[in-house]
């Protein structure tokens, strides 16, 4: 509810709270689906992690690949979860356009946690985890910070922003698209 993209997409609040399950219930259902959810013990925090596989196509965007290639089209799934907002539509484009695909990665679209238990190291926690399996499966991971906190949480644990961020219009604000090389 606090991130500033999903503000931006959704910025009234009582409207982000309607719409919210309904939208990461996408990426929900895609993570299920394709690839795979972690939560904490206590249920307080969650990631989700999508395979990408190099080459498969996608929907639009640079490389022609991204998480839609994934899963079948997640921007179809988020504009009927969104109707209408030409926000979210934007994301969705700019993000895919940033996707690498040339090569097979593990993504994460979103992480999680309840209100009020953000800066527990629940992050570090669910991540770990899958980057050690990265490392010993010599898997590249990639996703798109949403602000400059989980920016540095993220070059903590070995990723490094792309070079090219995404610069969200209208005064939106800036993603951080992130890559990490397994380590050896």
Not at 8 to 22: C, L, T
Not at 99 to 113: Q, T
Request: with cysteine; net charge negative; glycine share 14%.
């Amino acid at each position: 509810m606090e991130d500033p993209v999903s503000g931006w997409v959704f910025p009234d609040e009582a409207h982000r709270r309607a719409v919210h399950p309904g939208f990461f219930g996408v990426f929900l259902d895609a993570a299920l689906r394709d690839g795979w959810v972690d939560v904490t013990d206590d249920l307080s925090a969650a990631a989700l992690w999508i395979p990408v596989r190099a080459g498969e196509p996608g929907e639009g965007g640079g490389s022609g690949e991204g998480e839609e290639a994934a899963d079948g089209g997640i921007g179809e799934e988020l504009a009927k979860a969104a109707p209408g907002n030409d926000r979210a539509r934007i994301v969705g484009e700019l993000t895919d356009a940033a996707h690498p695909g040339d090569r097979s990665h593990y993504y994460l679209p979103n992480i999680v946690a309840a209100p009020g238990r953000r800066g527990e190291g629940r992050g570090r926690a669910l991540l770990t985890p899958v980057l050690d399996r990265c490392d010993r499966e010599g898997m590249p991971a990639y996703l798109e910070a949403s602000n400059s906190r989980s920016k540095a949480l993220y070059e903590r644990l070995g990723f490094v922003f792309t070079g090219a961020p995404i610069d969200l219009p209208d005064g939106g604000p800036r993603m951080w698209p992130m890559w990490r090389e397994p380590r050896g």
